[in-house]
T-cell receptor
Framework: GAGVSQSPSNKVTEKGKDVELRCDPISGHTALYWYRQRLGQGLEFLIYFQGNSAPDKSGLPSDRFSAERTGESVSTLTIQRTQQEDSAVYLC???????????????FGEGSRLTVL | KQEVTQIPAALSVPEGENLVLNCSFTDSAIYNLQWFRQDPGKGLTSLLLIQSSQREQTSGRLNASLDKSSGRSTLYIAASQPGDSATYLCAVHSSNTGKLIFGQGTTLQVKP
């Protein structure tokens, strides 16, 4: 696609429900990143994928958070048993493999705004 | 652990002024440094990417420099315009961890 696409753009859910957020990266981008941005705050690193593998999952806030990527393309961030503190904008970004192409410019989607009531 | 700091947190200038935004990082083992712009309620737009072997990059009225040894980068905006009002974020791509770590941003307001 032309850019990074995220869905849904807005999600309102009740506390305790599970949610799935989807990210479609730019075609051919092997690196994919998830960030969380709470209202008025900076970007908090969650996880990144190189291909379908996640070398470092230490940024995930708790075991209620998980992410996967398939076909070196679409990624899904799943939040189980949502809590009010999970309310935030979840941003996805992709890039060419910076180790090979020596570029690594990151392109972001518009984000998924999650509100937990 | 890589930490990225941006100063100032907020800046208000009259239209036409030249200005400098600062970014510092604690670990010089980086692949690259990238400057972004974020408008309220929007995602991030890439402005400039500086590879670790480069000293600066320019795009229009924007110039970004990188001094890896001292852990510093600056974003220079010439002849500022009200449309430049946004939050500017710098991010460092750590070569030790592969993570891209962001600063907290500088919120710029350019008054007409």
């Amino acid at each position: 696609g032309a850019g990074v696409s995220q869905s849904p753009s807005n999600k309102v859910t009740e506390k305790g429900k599970d949610v799935e957020l989807r990210c479609d990266p730019i075609s051919g981008h092997t690196a994919l990143y998830w960030y969380r941005q709470r209202l008025g705050q900076g970007l908090e690193f969650l996880i990144y994928f190189q291909g379908n593998s996640a070398p470092d999952k230490s940024g995930l806030p708790s075991d209620r958070f998980s992410a996967e990527r398939t076909g070196e393309s679409v990624s899904t961030l799943t939040i189980q048993r949502t809590q009010q503190e999970d309310s935030a904008v979840y941003l996805c970004a992709s890039s060419i493999d910076y180790r090979e192409a020596d570029t690594g410019e990151l392109f972001f989607g518009e984000g998924s705004r999650l509100t937990v009531l | 652990k890589q930490e990225v700091t941006q100063i100032p947190a907020a800046l208000s200038v009259p239209e036409g002024e030249n200005l400098v935004l600062n970014c510092s990082f604690t670990d010089s083992a980086i692949y690259n440094l990238q400057w972004f712009r974020q408008d309220p309620g929007k995602g991030l737009t890439s402005l400039l990417l500086i590879q670790s072997s480069q000293r600066e990059q320019t795009s229009g009225r924007l110039n970004a420099s990188l001094d890896k040894s001292s852990g510093r980068s600056t974003l220079y905006i010439a002849a500022s315009q009200p449309g430049d009002s946004a939050t500017y974020l710098c991010a460092v791509h750590s070569s030790n961890t592969g993570k891209l770590i962001f600063g907290q941003g500088t919120t710029l307001q350019v008054k007409p």
